[in-house]
């Protein structure tokens, strides 16, 4: 059975998001979204975005719903994958493109780095951090990218890549959100 997600804010405020029935699947809850979309504010407008675990597709269809000029969305799993293109015929979003990768791997050629990250892989997966370091060798983010961390546990800034800050932290329930910054300044 499939379960279904809101979008909070933007173009496609209120639109419903159905939920894939998948082992691991958990999409981001409700309130984190709007906490991590309020910690991001102005910062989405025209910028290159990456859902990297894409999942449900909550943070990035809530990203290019906001304004974000290009989204590329990646999930692993075949079954989650068309349901996101499904997603995004719906909602007439040209500006998505989505991706069928198992990661971290190579990504398809590249617009430009990727300004803003959400890194939401499944918490058994031991993924999140090896991933960071991955964006960072790789050359795939801005020098002043906005990373969006979740995990069953707290992560703390030694964890991070260097040149890497943790601005922001926070826990709802069992679920540990971060927001990152790499290079730059506030």
């Given at each position: 059975m499939q379960g279904k997600i809101r979008i909070i804010g933007g173009t496609w405020r209120s639109r419903l998001l159905a939920v894939p029935d998948a082992v691991g699947l958990r999409p981001t809850p409700s309130r984190v979204r709007e906490t991590l979309f309020n910690w991001l504010a102005d910062r989405l407008t025209g910028q290159y975005c990456l859902d990297a675990f894409a999942g449900s597709g909550a943070l990035g269809f809530e990203a290019a719903s906001r304004g974000a000029a290009h989204v590329v969305m990646i999930d692993a799993s075949p079954d989650i994958v068309r349901q996101l293109e499904a997603q995004r015929a719906q909602l007439h979003a040209k500006q998505i493109d989505i991706y069928c990768v198992k990661l971290p791997a190579e990504l398809p050629p590249l617009e430009r780095p990727f300004d803003v990250v959400f890194l939401d892989p499944p918490y058994q997966s031991d993924l999140l951090l090896p991933m960071c370091?991955?964006?960072?060798?790789?050359?795939?983010l801005a020098p002043e990218a906005w990373?969006?961390?979740?995990?069953?546990?707290?992560?703390?800034?030694?964890?991070l890549p260097p040149g890497w800050r943790l601005l922001k932290a926070q826990r709802a329930g069992?679920?540990?959100?971060?927001?990152?910054r790499r290079g730059g300044i506030d």
């Open positions: 370091f991955y964006l960072e060798k790789s050359a795939l990373i969006y961390l979740e995990a069953a546990q707290a992560i703390t800034a030694a964890e069992e679920v540990y959100y971060h927001l990152a």
